[in-house]
């Protein structure tokens, strides 16, 4: 009888083990979720602004042209302010 009684709480021990188990396993799964989440936004939100140093539009940096420190809206702009020079004057 005391055998019988030993399995039984042999057995609800890992019933709650395992119920404990996924529990802690659901929690850590839904923290991941949420952090991934939180990265997600972090990745999207600062979205750098540059001025093209030609037309002095602003436009977000993945669009941009970079050369060296200096930022384009487009190729065409890049090589026009390489070919002109930044100290050339405007007529
Ligand atoms: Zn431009």
Redo the contacts with the bound molecule.
Sequence with gaps: MGFIIFRLIIFLALVWAGIRLLRTYKQKKLEFEERHEKENSLKKKPQQMVQ?R????HLPEKDAVRHEKLW???HE?RSHFLDQGPDKPEW
């Design positions: 093209c030609f037309c002095n539009i384009f809206c487009c702009h």
